[in-house]
Structures are given as C-alpha cells and as structure tokens.
C-alpha cells in the first residue's frame, strides 16, 4: 500500500475510534467530547507511526514513544477531573480513562493494529455503557438503607416546601 495511504488509513482508524468515545462522553454532557477524544487518538497514532517509520521499528524506540504518550496525556486527564467537596465526590475519572484509552487506541492504529483496536473500542464501549447501570443495580441490591436511584433523582430535583405561616416573621413586628 502506498506509505501516505497507510498513514491516512492508521489516523482513520484512529480518529474513528477517539471519535465514538468521544461521542460517548459528550452525549452525557462531560467535558472532553468528541473532538478532543479524536485529536488525542490522531496524536497518539501519529507519534507512533512516525517512531516506527523513521525509526525503523526499533522496539526501545517504540516503547519510549508509548511510555510518553501515556504519561502526557494523564495531564489532560487531570484537567476534567473535579472534586465536589460540597457533595463529597470527585467527578470525571471516566472521562479521565476513556482519554488514556483513546490515547492507548491511537497508538495501536499508529502501529497498525487495526482490528486490536477495533476490539478494544468495542469493549471499552461496554464498560461505558453497561456498567454504570449495573453499579446502581448491584448497588441499590446490597445497600439496604440506600434510597434507589429513580427515588434520590425524584429527591433532588424536589423544590422543598415553604415554611408554615407560624415560622415566618409578620412584616412590621419585631422579633
């Protein structure tokens, strides 16, 4: 094949697949989409069909290039995860893996692995989607003083009542 039409292909591939995780995250509203998802993948896919071109292949190379494309991106992960002390909970860890995932995709079809990726994306794309659901299964099952979730939903979107007549202070009077 000729070598720009493997490199599109592999940034394809690559694309695609940060594309659909991507996709996944912006459906629900998080703040890495879609195209930050792709661009990291492109990235990623780049860098290693660039040490295995001009490197020839050399595995120590291609090793390093992994090693720092996993590193660099945990900055990116760090920046969409939040702590919410008001509520307790940190928030954006999924987001967080599902971009050094797309990151690990984007070095598999730089490499040339297509259906390796294609795969792991399918799998990823599991987890993503079943598992939450079945957390809050499993979860609402073993915890009997847990409120299911359909109830704590109801719960937080309840504007709370007024207060009765007799709690309020009369204009003009007072306390």
């Not at 591939?13 to 879609?34: D, E, F, I, S």
């Not at 919410?84 to 050094?100: C, H, P, Q, Y």
């Not at 079945?134 to 979730?149: A, F």
Request: proline share 5%; charged share 20%; glycine share 12%.
């Amino acid at each position: 094949m000729d070598h720009y039409l493997q490199l599109l292909l592999r940034l394809g591939v690559a694309a695609l697949c940060g594309a659909v995780l991507g996709l996944n995250r912006g459906l629900k509203q998080k703040p890495a989409g879609l195209r930050t998802h792709a661009l990291v993948a492109i990235g990623a896919a780049f860098a290693a069909w660039m040490v295995i071109d001009l490197g020839g292949g050399d595995p120590t190379s291609v090793s390093r290039i992994m090693q720092g494309a996993m590193t660099g991106v945990g900055f990116l992960g760090a920046g969409v995860i939040l702590r919410d002390e008001a509520r307790g909970r940190v928030e954006g860890l999924t987001t967080a893996a599902s971009i050094w995932v797309a990151t690990i995709l984007g070095l598999g079809a730089g490499a040339g692995l297509y259906l390796e990726c294609l795969l792991a994306l399918l799998v990823t794309l599991l987890v993503l989607l079943v598992s939450a659901r079945l957390q809050e299964q499993i979860m609402d099952l073993v915890s009997p003083r847990r409120q299911p979730r359909q109830a704590r939903r109801r719960s937080e979107t309840q504007v709370p009542e007024a207060a009765p007549d007799a709690a309020r202070p009369r204009e003009g009077r007072r306390p």
